[in-house]
């Protein structure tokens, strides 16, 4: 046992112990930097995407879907003029373009991030689903494409045929303004609040994090200005418990 306690012993044992320390502890905080860098960007892509997002949907629904809401609504009406120029101009026709396709991130990113704060990443995961779902617009152009694209066959069908369409297509318009509302709802109220509290967290203190935040700045500028389009805090439990629902 007296060979343990020898400098011959101790000093070398010593020295490799001290290396192994470091080493083991020079890999811990560059593995933490690496995964905090990857957060880092997460976070910076996660916001920027919120703002396009949220961004787009204000102008598809202030340019787009409310005024086609509200022309439609006085076609039904009776404003046969507006009918005659609205076919002949193919105004029916809308959202033809593919939504905007994202790229997600990669299944290790959103680890991290879920470790820290799963109710986030599934909110992410959430919006995605949201913005790359293109059921309403690809049956609304196939509706318009068989019923509202000809004007001289759409007047001569009889009157009852022509409001049963022309409500119909009011029907997709209702439904695409739900769906506008539901990702605005989704980011303003509850994503960009949790995505903020998640960046103000301590452990990116030592981290920049700028453009994360330059890009909720962004959500919140956006936000004020299309302040009117932004549905009540209460609009999904409306939803919720309008139509059938509600009756019952």
């Known amino acids: 046992m007296s060979f343990f306690t020898t400098d011959n012993f101790l000093i070398p044992f010593l020295a490799?112990?001290?290396?192994?320390?470091?080493?083991?502890?020079?890999?811990?905080?560059?593995?933490?930097?690496?995964?905090?860098?990857?957060k880092v960007y997460s976070i910076s892509y996660i916001s920027n995407l919120s703002f396009q997002l949220i961004?787009?949907?204000f102008i598809l629904k202030k340019h787009t879907i409310q005024p086609h809401i509200e022309a439609t609504e006085r076609i039904i009406g009776g404003d046969e003029d507006l009918l005659v120029t609205t076919l002949e101009s193919d105004e029916f026709d809308?959202?033809?373009?593919?939504?905007?396709?994202?790229?997600?991130?990669?299944?290790?990113?959103?680890?991290?991030i879920g470790y820290d704060n799963i109710d986030l990443i599934q909110m992410y995961e959430y919006i995605n689903y949201l913005s790359e779902n293109e059921y309403t617009r690809e049956t609304l152009n196939k509706f318009v494409s068989g019923n509202l694209k000809l004007v001289e066959e759409f007047l001569n069908r009889p009157i009852d045929d022509q409001k049963?369409?022309?409500?119909?297509?009011?029907?997709?318009?209702?439904?695409?303004?739900?769906?506008?509302?539901?990702?605005?709802?989704?980011?303003?109220y509850m994503f960009a609040p949790l995505l903020t509290?998640?960046?103000?967290?301590?452990?990116?203190?030592?981290?920049?994090?700028k453009s994360?935040?330059?890009?909720?700045?962004?959500?919140?500028?956006?936000?004020k200005e299309f302040k009117d389009l932004i549905p009540d805090e209460?609009?999904?439990?409306?939803?919720?418990?309008?139509?059938?629902q509600g009756v019952l």
Not at 94 to 112: F, S, V, W
Not at 197 to 209: G, R
Not at 213 to 218: A, E, M, S, T
């Open 16 to 38: 490799t112990l001290g290396a192994s320390v470091t080493i083991i502890l020079m890999q811990f905080i560059n593995r933490y930097i690496q995964d905090h860098r990857k």
């Open 164 to 188: 049963d369409i022309l409500n119909t297509y009011w029907d997709y318009l209702f439904t695409l303004n739900h769906e506008s509302n539901r990702m605005i709802f989704f980011i303003y």
């Open 197 to 209: 509290e998640y960046i103000n967290s301590k452990q990116f203190i030592l981290f920049p994090t």
């Open 55 to 57: 961004h787009s949907e």
């Open 212 to 223: 994360a935040v330059d890009n909720l700045n962004k959500i919140k500028s956006v936000c």
């Open 234 to 244: 209460n609009y999904l439990e409306k939803v919720k418990n309008g139509g059938i």
């Open 94 to 112: 809308i959202l033809t373009a593919k939504a905007m396709k994202n790229t997600h991130l990669p299944q290790e990113y959103k680890l991290l």
